[in-house]
């Protein structure tokens, strides 16, 4: 979890690289480099580039989201649930697909704090709440 120094850390650098050449881009990243160096904070670099992906991202409008499947998906319906995504979020998708072997069938998708969950997994338990009430 990135402190609240490192999420306006990152910010900050996004926002002075905005409309820069590499060169620019390049010194501003040194700049906050040097920073955390100076706040004895260089095993945060990590968590700094992670968060400034994610501002990045956000402030872009795209969207980040992982599918799960027990099974490799189809490029069609890799396309299906990216065109989906993108319906429903109204921004550009980065979709990644992962091979999940413990579970049984269907897929789960996950992006931001949301969760799609067509696992037969989820649907056995959905089954079992109205079957017991």
């Known amino acids: 979890m990135a402190t609240k120094f490192i999420q306006r850390l990152a910010e900050a650098a996004y926002r002075a690289s905005i409309n820069k050449q590499k060169r620019e881009i390049d010194a501003i990243a040194e700049r906050a480099l040097s920073l955390l160096k100076t706040k004895r904070m260089l095993g945060k670099t990590g968590d700094f580039f992670t968060q400034l992906a994610l501002v990045r991202r956000r402030e872009e409008g795209i969207v980040e989201a992982v599918v799960e499947s027990r099974y490799p998906l189809s490029s069609g319906e890799l396309k299906a649930i990216k ?24 897929f789960r ?25």
Request: a neutral charge; proline letters at 0%.
């Open 109 to 133: 998708v996950r992006y931001d704090d949301v969760v799609f969950d067509a696992t037969v997994d989820a649907q056995l338990k959905q089954l079992a709440q109205h079957v017991t009430s």
């Open 83 to 106: 065109d989906f995504l993108k319906r429903t979020t109204r921004r550009d998708v980065i979709l990644t697909a992962v091979e999940r072997r413990d579970l049984l069938g269907g």
